[in-house]
Nanobody, 125 residues
Framework: QVQLVESGGGLVQAGGSLRLSCAAS????????MGWFRQAPGKEREFVAA????????YYADSVKGRFTVSRDNAKNTVYLQMNSLKPEDTAGYYC??????????????????WGQGTQVTVSS
């Protein structure tokens, strides 16, 4: 089992940047595919980005491609989401998650077994 704690959220103006971190407990962090999801008020949770256990493969939602970058440091048991050129529509609670299968990098929420409590990102116009 793994426990996840997000941090780094906050209030930023449009065009600004934030870096979210997700710290994981346990010695097997490097075994997990990691994903970032977000949920805006009144909307369903949606996929943002995912990264393979090695960091060698990354995937992004079309809405964030070119603006967001997911990375990980397995030595620090941490995954990051660098968010640049933020837009008001990026306002949401952001959640990191650990995948069920080490070998499948997926955008589907059902394929993620462990979730953090989330961190709020608010982008003002």
């Amino acid at each position: 089992q793994v426990q996840l704690v997000e941090s780094g959220g906050g209030l930023v103006q449009a065009g600004g940047s934030l870096r979210l971190s997700c710290a994981a407990s346990g010695r097997t962090f490097s075994s997990y595919v990691m994903g970032w999801f977000r949920q805006a008020p009144g909307k369903e949770r949606e996929f943002v980005a995912a990264i393979s256990w090695s960091g060698g493969s990354t995937y992004y939602a079309d809405s964030v491609k070119g603006r967001f970058t997911v990375s990980r440091d397995n030595a620090k048991n941490t995954v990051y989401l660098q968010m640049n050129s933020l837009k008001p529509e990026d306002t949401a609670g952001y959640y990191c998650a650990a995948g069920r299968d080490r070998w499948i990098v997926t955008t589907c929420q059902l394929d993620y077994a462990y979730w953090g409590q989330g961190t709020q990102v608010t982008v003002s116009s």
